[in-house]
């Protein structure tokens, strides 16, 4: 059997940092990665879910330099994000964070920034072998091995190999987490409670639209998002704007959630009294765009859909699992990262950064025979990003329509107050209901201290 250091499952932007830390650290290294055509890729690539923001302090989160990233993977530079409430609406300049790169953030080409960090992960001397899913794992915990632990994976193609170390990037569906970790988890618990349960399971839909280029320039430099519109936890439609003057548009929405779990359906704008069921993700992007411009433009004439973008004629679909992280059962040499994790965010579903990251990490820790340490340099590498993210998330949980108007509504009087249009501040002191949100987000971020956000905590793995 083929035996090397360190395999990865998973080809996104956690498993590519992975690799590429690990082999340039000297690991003999083999990524796996199943493969998924795309409209705008020639051959088989990562399930790149295109859909790509990124603000100026996820660079920094990420390691990177900003200049070292290729002209051609940034679409837009942004200077702005609007969040529009029901009847209100709040702009936002800065992130309210230091960071090293100039602007808001910008939009990116998601399948360049993967092949991107594919190329240097090959670079780095990773074998990357797309094409090839990995379909089982097995751990010996009691291999003769000088460093513990090794594992059998199965692969699509029916071979097997064995590795001392396993990073499982696997994304949100999880296919080999989920069975890798219940080989550690306590009899009668099983990681998908805490990974994947059926409240934290999101559907993401998106569209690419051209639009008429007076309309594009109200949101060329400027993501776009409408809370409060459509019912659901982590529910609400976007813009991105993309290169020429094509956006995406798109939304996440729960899965399995009906129009009878729904509280107040005649408050959200994006629901109809005639409504039998609660409208599919085309149809939500049908009525937000008549919503916003239907008065002066035909929808389907003068904003269509242009087919030779994405995954299937302009459109894509993809699963979110918007949950808190788990720790890793780093005694079994296996690290998970990014969205199998549970890195991306359950507040905004940004997780990019927050992959590369902790596949770096993963991929450094294993390179270099420190796998035990993954759990704690992770919370110290992005532990305040994601308290943030899990923090955020809990608060606006439960909120209906009225809810981010008044939230809107005071973040608007802060501002007026301190000058500063900032997206996440922990500064303001402004008023009775912005004190109300600070201690809100504080208790929180207090709750979950010291780590107390994962799911799993390493001591619960039983080897
Ligand atoms: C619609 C949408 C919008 C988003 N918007 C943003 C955004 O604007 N900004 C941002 O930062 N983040 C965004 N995200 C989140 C971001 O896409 C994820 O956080 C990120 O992709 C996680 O990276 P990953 O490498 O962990 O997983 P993924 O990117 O999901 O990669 C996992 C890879 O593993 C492969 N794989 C799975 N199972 C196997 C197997 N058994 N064998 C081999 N290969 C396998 C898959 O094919 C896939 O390529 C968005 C997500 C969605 C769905």
């Given amino acids: 059997m083929e035996r090397v250091d360190v395999a990865i499952v998973g080809g996104g932007p956690a498993g590519t940092s992975a690799a590429e830390q690990a082999a340039a650290h000297g690991a003999e290294t083999v990524l796996f990665e199943q493969g998924v055509p795309r409209e705008d890729r020639e051959e088989l690539g990562p399930d790149s879910t295109d859909a790509a923001g990124m603000l100026d302090y996820w660079i920094d989160i990420m390691d990177f330099d900003y200049r070292e990233i290729p002209d051609e993977v940034i679409h837009r530079e942004l200077e702005a994000t609007e969040f529009i409430g029901p009847s209100s609406s709040v702009e936002?300049?800065?992130t309210g964070i230091d960071s090293s790169y100039p602007n808001f953030g910008y939009t990116f080409h998601r399948a360049r920034?993967?092949?991107?960090?594919h190329e240097r992960a090959a670079d780095a001397g990773a074998d990357l072998r797309v094409g090839t899913g990995v379909s089982d794992l097995e751990t010996?915990?009691?291999?003769?091995?000088?460093k513990g632990p090794t594992h059998t994976l199965t692969l699509s193609n029916g071979e097997q190999l064995e590795a001392q170390y396993v990073v499982l990037a696997d994304g949100p569906q999880r296919r080999i987490t989920l069975e890798a970790l219940d080989q550690f988890t306590p009899p009668g618990r099983s990681?998908?409670?805490y990974l994947s349960p059926p409240e934290a399971n999101h559907i993401a839909y998106q569209e690419y639209r051209e639009f008429p280029p007076e309309l594009f320039e109200e949101f060329e430099d400027r993501l776009k998002f409408w809370w409060g519109h459509m019912p659901g936890e982590t529910a609400y439609p976007?813009?991105?704007p993309n290169d020429g003057t094509v956006a995406r548009v798109g939304l996440t929405m729960p899965i399995g959630m009906t129009l009878e779990d729904v509280d107040n359906p005649g408050s959200y704008k994006l629901l109809r009294p005639e409504d039998e069921q609660l409208p599919s993700g085309s149809e939500y992007i049908r009525r937000l765009l008549e919503l916003e411009y239907g008065d002066e433009y035909d929808v389907e004439e003068d904003i269509p859909i242009v087919e030779d973008r994405g995954k299937s004629k302009g459109t894509e679909t993809?699963?979110?699992?918007?949950?808190?992280?788990i720790d890793s059962p780093v005694g079994a040499?296996?690290?998970v990262a990014g969205g199998a994790m549970g890195t991306t965010s359950a507040f905004h579903e940004g997780g990019y950064h927050v992959a590369v990251r902790s596949g770096k990490i993963a991929g450094r820790l294993a390179g270099t025979d420190s796998l035990e340490n993954y759990n704690d340099v992770w919370k110290r590498a992005i532990g305040d990003e994601i308290l943030r993210n899990v923090a955020f998330a809990d608060i606006v949980a439960d909120y209906e329509p009225d809810d981010w108007d008044w939230a809107f509504g005071v973040v608007n009087d802060m501002q007026g107050d301190s000058g500063d249009n900032v997206?996440?501040?922990?500064?303001?002191?402004?008023?009775?209901?912005?004190t109300k949100i600070l201690a809100k987000y504080k208790k929180r971020k207090f709750t979950y201290r010291d780590g107390g956000y994962v799911q799993i905590a390493e001591d619960e793995y039983h080897y």
Avoid: E, H, Q, V
């Fill in 92 to 94: 936002l300049t800065t």
């Fill in 113 to 117: 920034m993967d092949d991107w960090l």
């Fill in 140 to 146: 010996d915990l009691r291999a003769s091995s000088p």
């Fill in 191 to 193: 990681s998908s409670d």
């Fill in 238 to 240: 976007w813009i991105f």
């Fill in 318 to 325: 993809y699963p979110i699992s918007s949950t808190r992280p």
């Fill in 333 to 335: 040499n296996i690290a």
């Fill in 423 to 434: 997206l996440i501040s922990n500064k303001y002191t402004a008023g009775l209901d912005a």
